[in-house]
């Protein structure tokens, strides 16, 4: 996937996922040790976020703390059944690991 492809590509499923509502199922305590969905999700959606608006900053800190969700939500996916809220976790893997393999985008 070339770099207009993949910026296309994440603020297609950025777009998407600000329209989608948070699933209320996902809102539990904790789904797998430590792993809260609330937190991850701010956490992947703050990646994203800034790496659409800032990609020439997206800086080692910021590729470490996506490294450190992907980990994270590939714990929680196999444990989710209810299909929206695998939709949901889906997609957002989608996007940091678009924007991790990604890095940062050549300055405009």
């Known amino acids: ?3 207009t492809t993949e910026q296309e ?3 297609r499923l950025w777009q998407e996922h600000r329209d989608a509502a948070f699933p209320a199922g996902l809102r539990r305590t904790e789904l797998a040790e430590g792993i809260h ?3 991850l999700d701010l956490d992947i959606a703050m990646n994203v976020s800034s790496w659409l608006d800032h ?3 997206f800086h080692a800190e910021r590729r470490r703390v996506l490294s450190k969700c992907l980990a994270d939500i590939d714990q929680v996916l196999p444990l989710i059944t209810e299909a929206e809220e ?3 976790c889906q997609r ?3 996007m940091a690991q678009l924007v991790f393999e990604a ?3 050549p300055t405009k």
């Open 1 to 3: 996937m070339n770099r």
């Open 9 to 11: 590509t994440v603020a």
């Open 37 to 39: 969905m609330v937190p």
């Open 55 to 57: 990609g020439d900053s």
């Open 86 to 88: 695998l939709a949901y």
């Open 92 to 94: 957002l893997r989608q």
């Open 103 to 105: 890095g940062p985008q």
